[in-house]
């Protein structure tokens, strides 16, 4: 049996491992600060595991929504089960993640978001 293997060695600035959802955006943004971004990926980029399936809803918290509302529907919602500081963050942080990706989305002339309120109950 040979026991040779051949390395082969890339050189990049940062190193993303899966390429899902969250290993595309992240990968994204570092391209915001370096020239080099690798994606280490077991399954296709974009196209594997959970991100293969998603279905295409997002909660998104406008910065004119009511941030308590929303806090009291997805709390109870979820039974009081929540980790309530990381729901805080969630409606914090995920309007301006929202608005980064329909800026990029914007440049191929796509739009990715569209506010629908149908599915709220309270808010
Ligand atoms: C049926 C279904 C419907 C959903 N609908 C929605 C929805 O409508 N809206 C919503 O916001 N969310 C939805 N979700 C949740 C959403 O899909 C996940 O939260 C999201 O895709 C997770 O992305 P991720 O990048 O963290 O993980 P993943 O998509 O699981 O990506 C993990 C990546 O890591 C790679 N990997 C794994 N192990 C290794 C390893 N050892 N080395 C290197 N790479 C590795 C995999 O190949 C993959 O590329 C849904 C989930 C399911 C199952």
Redesign the pocket.
């Known amino acids: 049996m040979d026991k040779t293997r051949q390395v082969n060695q890339i050189n990049t600035d940062i190193v993303v491992?899966?390429?899902?959802?969250?290993?595309c955006f992240a990968a994204l943004r570092a391209r915001d600060i370096c020239d080099e971004v690798l994606i280490?990926?077991?399954?296709m980029?974009g196209l594997?595991?959970?991100?293969?399936?998603?279905?295409?809803?997002?909660n998104v918290c406008f910065p004119d929504d009511d941030h308590d509302l929303w806090m009291q529907e997805i709390v109870e919602r979820g039974e009081y089960l929540n980790d309530q500081e990381w729901v805080k963050l969630q409606l914090e942080e995920v309007y301006p993640l929202a608005m980064k990706l329909d800026q990029w989305a914007t440049e191929y002339q796509l739009k990715i978001f569209e506010k629908d309120n149908s599915n709220m109950e309270t808010r």
């Not at 491992?17 to 290993?23: H, L, R, T, W, Y």
């Not at 595991?49 to 997002?58: D, P």
């Open positions: 491992v899966g390429g899902g959802a969250a290993g280490v990926s077991k399954g980029v594997s595991t959970s991100s293969a399936t998603l279905g295409g809803g997002a």
